[in-house]
């Protein structure tokens, strides 16, 4: 497209330059020429290269609705809504189309100026030929010939300037996504003074973790999703993080049964528009109640600093994990999500992505989450091939492969995101058990209800 511009724009010169010597009066139109034709081919590149981008912009909702349809087709079809569907996909079309009109139009706008701007000059030369006396029939076809060609020369070059550009609007989004948008921060890890080496290499040991005002939002603007939250979890706890929905039953069963025997309880009321804290404290077990949709999940978020806090800090064994870098925070905890996630590749990449342990430790931990035999009768073993989002294992498959995922780290944290969420009461009893067994090497358990 660079090389079909450049020329286009030299045989407009060479064209001009010509015609001037065939008919020197011709130098008299020239600056006007240039002039209406700058003046013209800027609107038009200016107009064309902002509707081409509001093009591509309306043009992705179309692309997103038609894989949403793709990927929920079964719920499509058990609720009927497939009208609902293809009107969105009309809605989005017709959005799309308005732009493409006006690109079209723009391109009749231009070609119809650049048409009278060439018949001018054809007319002027046709003219000046006509009224010469002394000038050759040689010169004058040769001018009448080159003048006749620059209509189709200048609608060539500006066409080609214009799609050289709008095609540069994706390399100058390349760029503003590679060089302008807000990137993970990765500062190093603390390092000893004395001789240089990191001073993380067990951490964390206790697994305690601290809450100190610690406040989050998930951008500029919107409010406070974890406001003021101060929660002290001793290493060795296990905590449950339930929602509305679970804690009176959770409170009245602790209540009368446990309340005159065991446990001393204390409750701790935060002041925040968006939670409140509860907590019921035993030897190795305690609650946290915190009202739906005040923020259970955000914590997860945060101890993962996916969204950095606003203010306040979270300390795990006494380290500010603002101050690590991302890779030894997120290598140093283990998570079973609620919505199990497998990466393309094979089952020994997505249990192990970083080589660092043998087979047969992995056939051990795939075996205490019973998918040894599953895998073991595959071709390819540890080397079956799993496609994006997993989506050739079954969702009770991908939960236990997360689950063997968490127990080959052995992590001194575990958190869990309602990881029974989305599976049958089988995988969820044989979820429970192998929690209740196989994580206790885990000093603190974080579980969200």
Known sequence: MLRD????????????????????WFLILLPIVVVLFYSLQEKY????????????????????????CLNGMTTIHSYNQYNTWIDQHHDQSDNNFRF??????????SSIRFE??????????TLYISLSSNMSPGLAGAALMNITLINRSLMNAVRNYVQLEIGFNAVERIEDYTNNLPQEDSKSDPVHEENGKTSLKDWPKEGQIVFDQFQLRYREGLPLVLNNLNVTINGGEKIGVVGRKFFFFFFFFFFFFFFFFFFFFFFIL????????????????????????????????????????????????????????????RNSISIVPQIPTLFHGTIRYNLDPYNQFNDEYLWQCLEKCQLKKIIFKKKKQLYSTVEVGGINWSVGQRQLICLARALVK??????????????DSKTDQLLQMMIRKEFQKCNTVLNII
């Open 100 to 109: 493409g009109y006006l690109v079209l139009t723009a391109s009749r706008w």
């Open 5 to 24: 511009t450049v020329d286009s724009f030299i045989r407009i010169v060479g064209t001009l330059i010509l015609v001037s010597i065939f008919t020197p």
């Open 116 to 125: 009278f701007i060439s018949h001018s000059m054809i007319a002027f030369v």
């Open 410 to 423: 052995e992590s001194k944290i575990l958190i869990l995101d309602e990881c029974s969420a989305s599976v």
């Open 270 to 329: 935060i002041s925040s528009t968006h939670s409140f804290v509860l907590f019921i404290s035993s030897s190795t077990r305690t609650i946290i109640y915190i009202g739906t949709g005040s923020g259970k999940s955000t914590l997860a978020l945060a101890l993962f600093r996916m969204i950095e806090g606003s203010s306040g800090r979270i300390m795990i064994d006494q380290y500010n994990i603002h101050h690590l870098s991302l890779f030894t925070l």
């Open 45 to 68: 590149r200016k107009t064309t290269r902002e509707l081409k981008r509001f093009d591509s912009t309306t043009r992705s909702p179309i692309y997103n609705n038609f894989s949403s």
